[in-house]
């Protein structure tokens, strides 16, 4: 089956700067990947998604990349600002419509 | 445009009593799924169903926990004879009937078992 992880349980990271947060999956057969953003309380919201037949995507202050000979994905958020603090989930789908989650990421932005 | 609506927000049960979630999909989706978060960790899939049907309930504990998601009307999540460990945040999301869709997800029911 696909087993998710996360480089890093926590990330702290100064206001204005970039923040990367890294994802990796085990099924090279997994053709679709998302990022999902949850703050507190909430539930989680997509943030951007990309296919396996793509290795970049950007989206407004984001961009995801897709390495999958060493099966690694991440997010990258430009100029990071306090409303970015959340935990951040990478999901993989395999084939299908179900999908795994990741343990995700807490970000901290230091004013 | 209202997106996944769940509701409550907020359950309390004591040991043994059921709970009752119920989750609305956006508009046009025919697809649902169900999640367990507990405090710090990640989202546990439990099941995924079409109108009337359950296509996987591979994450759903085989006892005292059901799901349903009628022609008409919301998916339930039922919890019988509920249990402390059954204390967590359940989420609902849903997808059109295409693949490579991105779920969208409500913001959850909390379940507090006394």
């Known amino acids: 089956g696909e087993s998710v992880g996360l480089h890093l349980p926590t990330l702290s990271v100064q206001e204005g700067d970039n923040s990367i947060i890294n994802c990796a999956y085990s099924?090279?057969?997994?053709?679709?990947f998302i990022w999902y953003k949850q703050e507190s309380g909430k539930g989680p919201q997509f943030i951007i998604d990309i296919r396996s037949n793509m290795d970049k995507r950007q989206g407004q202050r984001v961009t995801v990349l897709l390495n999958k000979t060493v099966k690694h994905l991440s997010l990258q958020i430009a100029a990071t600002q306090p409303g970015d603090s959340a935990v951040y989930f990478c999901?993989?789908?395999?084939?299908?419509?179900?999908?795994?989650f990741g343990a995700g990421t807490r970000l901290f932005v230091k004013a | 445009n209202a997106g996944v609506m769940q509701n409550p927000r907020h359950l309390v049960r004591r040991r043994g009593q059921e709970a009752r979630l119920r989750c609305s999909p956006m508009?046009?989706?025919?697809?649902v799924y169900w999640y367990r978060q507990l405090p710090e960790e990640g989202l546990k899939f439990m099941v995924y169903?079409?109108?009337?049907?359950?296509?996987?309930e591979s994450g759903m504990p085989k006892e005292r926990f059901s799901a349903e998601f009628p022609k008409e009307g919301p998916s339930i999540l039922r919890i019988q004879q509920v249990v402390r460990g059954d204390s967590a945040a359940y989420f609902c999301?849903?997808?059109?009937?295409?693949?490579?869709?991105?779920?969208?997800f409500g913001d959850g029911t909390r379940l507090s078992i006394l």
């Open positions: 508009k046009g989706h025919s697809h």
């Open positions: 169903l079409q109108k009337e049907n359950i296509i996987d």
């Open positions: 999301a849903s997808s059109p009937g295409t693949l490579d869709q991105p779920q969208h």
């Open positions: 099924n090279s057969a997994s053709d679709y």
């Open positions: 999901a993989v789908n395999t084939g299908g419509f179900k999908t795994i």
